[in-house]
């Protein structure tokens, strides 16, 4: 397959890139972090978002090298980073139930010097995994060291009620989809106040996602949602890394 042949070689070579997107405090803006989101610079078919490789890394068993080079990245950028900001880094529930996941984790974290609980790694509720030992075992291991987890695109999936009851999660994302009309649509602003108030009771952090303009972060803030990410306060980009050199302009 060409597309798997032209995977392998970014990974060898030099092609894959974080971008950042900041994850601000409601109340006033303030920047707390980034989520790291990977792109591939390829040689001819130009910039490439995820969904146009990912699923190919997760059919070739490439997930795992994917996902390692992604956190030592993550993490050696965001040492560089001030001292308060947080990097959201997103995990395949393949990957997190491989052997030596946590193991990564640590290797990471010890390679780069970033403080664990400067990371945060983000999972999504759609798969059947959550049951799997292997991933219960990870969490712990992950999770016992600093690192907190995040359960992504909250609502969506069919065991969003499950991974919670299961899991130590520690920060939901409400998903965008809700976001887009929670000003416009009566019973999605009911579902949106129900998912912040789920997450006031468990004690969990709240981002809202997707957020595209005041009015959304307006409503959002009124009804108690205490962060948000979206391209009303910054889109994807390339930072500059540690040594200043910008990458992925092309
Ligand atoms: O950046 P964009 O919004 O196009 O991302 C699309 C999807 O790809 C999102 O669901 C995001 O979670 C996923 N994604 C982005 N970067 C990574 C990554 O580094 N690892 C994994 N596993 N998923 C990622
Ligand atoms: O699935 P996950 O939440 O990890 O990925 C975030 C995805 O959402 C990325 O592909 C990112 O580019 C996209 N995204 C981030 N902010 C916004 C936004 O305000 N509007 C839309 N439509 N997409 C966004
Ligand atoms: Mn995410
Ligand atoms: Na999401």
């Known amino acids: 397959l060409q597309l798997e042949t032209d995977l392998r070689r970014a990974l060898d070579g030099d092609e894959l890139r974080l971008f950042y997107q900041p994850i601000v405090s409601l109340a006033d803006e303030t ?16 910039l490439l978002p995820p969904g146009a490789f990912l699923d190919a890394a997760e059919n070739n068993r490439l997930t795992s090298r994917l996902g390692a080079w992604v956190l030592h990245q993550a993490c050696n950028d965001a040492a560089g980073w001030p001292a308060g900001l947080r990097v959201h880094v997103n995990v395949s529930a393949r990957h997190l139930a491989e052997p030596g996941f946590s193991d990564l984790v ?10 664990p609980e400067r990371l945060e790694l983000e999972i999504t509720e ?14 712990s291991e992950v999770t016992e060291r600093g690192v907190t987890l995040a359960l992504d695109d ?13 899991l130590p999660i520690h920060t939901v994302k409400i998903d965008r989809s809700f976001v887009a009309d929670v000003v416009t649509q009566p019973s999605t602003a009911a579902l949106v106040q129900g998912l912040l108030q789920l997450g006031r009771g468990m004690g969990l952090q709240v981002i809202a996602e997707g957020i595209e303009d005041l009015d959304q972060a307006d409503w959002l803030r009124r009804h108690g949602c205490a962060m948000a ?7 994807p980009a390339p930072l500059p890394s540690r040594t200043g050199a910008r990458t992925a302009e092309a």
């Not at 990977?38 to 001819?44: F, V």
């Not at 640590?106 to 403080?115: E, F, I, V």
Request: glycine share 14%.
């Open 154 to 166: 909250f609502g969506t999936g069919y065991s969003a009620i499950t991974a919670l009851h299961r």
């Open 229 to 235: 990410q979206g391209y009303a306060f910054g889109r």
């Open 126 to 139: 759609s798969t059947a995994l959550f049951a799997a030992e292997a991933t219960l075992q990870a969490v």
């Open 31 to 46: 920047l707390l972090g980034y989520e790291a989101l990977i792109r591939w610079q390829h040689p001819t078919r130009g």
């Open 106 to 115: 640590a290797a990471a974290l010890d390679g780069s010097g970033l403080p």
